[in-house]
Nanobody
């Protein structure tokens, strides 16, 4: 059974940093795109960042570009989201997602493009 488990969320002051982790089990995703989405209070779920199987192709939402970095460790079947210079508007539940298709050369940004999802981890940024 495929399972994605996020960790690393918490409460942080504006300007601080957090690193989120997503550990996968039940399937190896070394050849699959993985991504992070988030959903803030009263908002739709939105794309944050994604990385293809090579690790060399990434994409980010404009709102986080330059502050967040997505990377993966295929040996550990894990993807990370490094979040720096956090702002109160970054407050949301962050979800890890994986594409069932292998060898996709570009990062897709719609939630419907992904097949497996974690339960989410809460990130709260105080002002």
């Amino acid at each position: 059974q495929v399972q994605l488990v996020e960790s690393g969320g918490g409460l942080v002051q504006a300007g601080g940093s957090l690193r989120l982790s997503c550990a996968a089990s039940g399937r190896t995703f070394s050849l699959h795109t993985m991504a992070w989405f988030r959903q803030g209070p009263g908002k739709e779920r939105e794309f944050v960042g994604g990385v293809t199987w090579t690790g060399g192709t990434t994409a980010y939402a404009d709102s986080v570009k330059g502050r967040f970095t997505i990377f993966r460790d295929n040996a550990k079947n894990t993807v990370y989201l490094q979040m720096n210079t956090l702002k109160p508007e970054d407050t949301a539940v962050y979800y890890c997602a994986a594409d069932r298709r292998a060898l996709t050369p570009v990062v897709l940004t719609a939630s419907s493009d992904y097949d497996y999802w974690g339960q989410g981890t809460q990130v709260t940024v105080s002002s």
